[in-house]
């Protein structure tokens, strides 16, 4: 079975740019959450849609939004770059709200 | 005080002795536990879960997990060279929709 698939794995984006990020869960799980990790950090929580709905948000702007589509898969778009959301993305897939979670590849973004 | 703490290291352990990683967390009312193991420049892959006070053993881990002081453990056996990574501890807040709270990390180095 396919695990986590997130695309792209590196991108270089300039201040002020709007980037897009996507992800595509294992099958069968309905479940998706995004996660900013900075070097030396653990990831940090940003958003999690469970049937395409949003069933929680982390403490992050305005300018990161996300949503989950019919087949599951999901987007994270963030606008107004800024130098600090330089960071890997992670996306991370569940059978339910509360159970594991198994994280993609994850994208690194890097905004000059 | 962070929500979930752990020492961030260097675990200095030679080989195919026991490596010991401890964590802390705030939230008493915390119902689930994940070991993540993170090697250097790729995202972090489960490898165990733990619900309920007590151990739960699978292969060379064990994790263990005392409710009542807050902290869950993870123990390797054994220890390999290829256990060199950093160990992520997340925590799963009840009622906050599989929202997965992590550590900073503690990054375990196996010597020959």
């Known amino acids: 079975d396919a695990g986590v698939t997130q695309s792209p794995t590196h991108l270089i984006k300039t201040r002020g740019q709007h980037v897009t990020l996507r992800c595509s869960p294992i099958s069968g799980h309905k479940s998706v959450s995004w996660y900013q990790q900075v070097l030396g950090q653990g990831p940090q929580f940003i958003f999690q849609?469970?049937?395409?709905?949003?069933?929680g948000r982390g403490n992050f702007p305005d300018r990161f939004s996300a949503r989950q589509f019919p087949n599951y898969s999901s987007e994270l778009n963030v606008n107004a770059l800024l130098l600090g959301d330089s960071a890997l993305y992670l996306c991370a897939s569940s059978p339910g709200t509360d159970r594991e979670a198994f994280f993609g590849q994850g994208t690194r973004l890097t905004v000059v | 005080q962070k929500e979930v703490e752990q020492n961030s290291g260097p675990l200095s352990v030679p080989e195919g002795a026991i490596a010991s990683l401890n964590c802390t967390y705030s939230?008493?009312?915390?119902?689930?536990f994940f070991w993540y193991r993170q090697y250097s420049g790729k995202s972090p892959e489960l490898i165990m879960s733990?619900?309920?006070?007590g151990d739960k053993e699978d292969g060379r881990f064990t994790a263990q997990l005392n409710k009542a002081s807050q902290y869950v453990s993870l123990l390797i056996r054994d220890s390999q060279p290829s256990d060199s990574a950093t160990y992520l501890c997340a925590v799963n807040p009840r009622g906050t929709a599989s929202k997965l709270t992590f550590g900073t990390g503690t990054r375990l180095q196996v010597t020959l």
């Open positions: 849609y469970y049937e395409k709905e949003e069933r």
């Open positions: 939230d008493r009312v915390s119902q689930s």
């Open positions: 733990i619900y309920s006070n």
